[in-house]
């Protein structure tokens, strides 16, 4: 178990719609990372965020955005859903600003029908 | 963007071989990570190498940096079947954050 919970672990949703997925990083760790893993893509950075504030920006699309709040969790907003958004997404984190050892959690299966 | 490319891109060996994977890198970096995937999993960190390191241990994982040429190895020695899984290389980049390859797929068998 690497402390770093993601819900829901699986979601199923239609075009055009929007979701959330929510990310609690490890106790203590500072810095939020979201990843999309698909099977042509490999895994893509999207965004993170170090103690609240966006630290570094990937290949992030404007449907989506992200948030972390004041209690370090993160959630990561998808909307105008696409089929080629269907991935796994993953959150990890690290304790400090610096790109240390990332704990990943166990990712959310987003399907999109 | 990809920052780290590794190489093979699918490796296939027998119990008890060793397995070597290859990371080749666009930037300067400060470190250089590996990790594990086991099928539809989280990732697993297995060592991080330092810029001004040239080769690591950890159990039966060996890592060596070469930053002149950009590129990095994986060396699993005395491989077992619980070591299939895919292995991604990630680096920072100055400015970004942690950024992965797009994987080596390793299948040990039995």
């Known amino acids: 178990d690497s402390g770093v919970t993601q819900t829901p672990k699986h979601l199923i949703t239609a075009t055009g719609q929007r979701v959330t997925l929510r990310c609690s990083p490890r106790?203590?760790?500072?810095?939020v990372y979201w990843y999309q893993q698909s099977l042509d893509q490999g895994l893509q950075f999207l965004i993170q965020y170090y103690n609240g504030e966006e630290r570094a920006k990937g290949n992030i699309l404007e449907r989506f955005s992200a948030q972390q709040f004041p209690d370090l969790h993160s959630e990561l907003n998808l909307s105008s859903l696409e089929l080629g958004d269907s991935a796994l997404y993953f959150c990890a984190s690290s304790a400090g600003r610096s790109y240390t050892e990332a704990f990943f959690g166990q990712g959310t299966r987003l399907t999109v029908v | 963007s990809q920052q780290g490319e590794e190489d093979p891109q699918a490796l296939s060996i027998q119990e008890g071989e060793n397995a070597t994977m290859n990371c080749s890198y666009k930037?300067?970096?400060?470190?250089l990570q590996w990790y594990r995937q086991n099928s539809g999993r989280g990732l697993v960190h297995l060592i991080l190498?330092?810029?001004?390191?040239r080769e690591k241990h950890s159990g039966r994982l060996r890592v060596t940096l070469d930053t002149s040429k950009k590129s990095s190895s994986l060396l699993i020695t005395a491989s077992r079947a619980a070591d299939t899984a895919s292995y991604f290389c990630a680096t920072d980049q100055a400015g970004t954050a942690l950024i992965f390859g797009k994987g080596t797929t390793l299948s040990v068998s039995s």
């Open positions: 930037t300067s970096i400060n470190n």
């Open positions: 190498i330092r810029s001004n390191e």
């Open positions: 106790s203590g760790d500072l810095s």
